[in-house]
């Protein structure tokens, strides 16, 4: 058997496109968290908990499963032919059984990443499995109105907006609106 701490051994991975497979965070992927956690403009740009962390708190949090509850789901994103490299994750969450809803976010770990579909990818296959096993009918995020890559990214995945929180986030000196978004997912 071997350790947690073993960056050799691959993870299972819940879905995979071939590229992009996502599984639930592992200890192996503390240092990713880490510094993604601590770089002031990506997390800002996400929308993200600004205060920085520490080692042992990411560890504490990847311990209880990611600060998920219930239907939530959390997963790292790991390229499937490059050791199993995480490069971002996902989070679908506020999942509502009843109304067939649920929330997502998601961020890359890192801004060199941008730009090769990873976010498309993860995006795609967490929408995939929401509406295939979860039944979920409709899926919505938040994004930074200045945020024009990913609003572009969202808009060619089908999402459209549904509102608009104005000057609701304050980011580099200044309030910005929160677009919400949404998309119906179509029956498979």
């Known amino acids: ?18 590229v992009i497979a996502l599984r639930r965070p592992e200890p192996v992927d503390g240092p990713s968290y880490l510094q993604m956690r601590n770089n002031l403009a990506l997390v800002s740009a996400v929308m993200g908990f600004r205060l920085g962390v520490n080692a042992q708190t990411v560890d504490a949090w990847i311990a209880s499963g990611g600060g998920v509850e219930g239907d ?80 572009a990214l969202y808009a060619s995945l089908g999402f459209a907006e549904e509102g608009r929180l104005k000057a609701q986030y304050f980011t580099h000196g200044r309030f910005e609106d929160v677009v919400i978004l949404s998309k119906f997912l179509a029956a498979s």
């Open 1 to 18: 058997m071997s350790d947690a701490g073993d960056v050799t051994t691959p993870q299972v991975a819940l879905l995979s496109d071939g």
């Open 72 to 151: 939530d789901l959390m997963l790292t994103a790991v390229l499937a032919k490059d050791a199993q490299r995480p490069v971002g994750y996902i989070k679908a969450y506020r999942v509502d059984r009843v109304s067939r809803h649920a929330w997502v976010g998601l961020s890359l770990f890192d801004e060199r990443d941008a730009g090769r579909g990873y976010g498309r990818r993860m995006l795609t296959q967490v929408c995939d499995y929401l509406r295939d096993f979860v039944a979920v009918r409709k899926v919505s995020l938040e994004v930074l109105a200045g945020n024009a890559r990913a609003l």
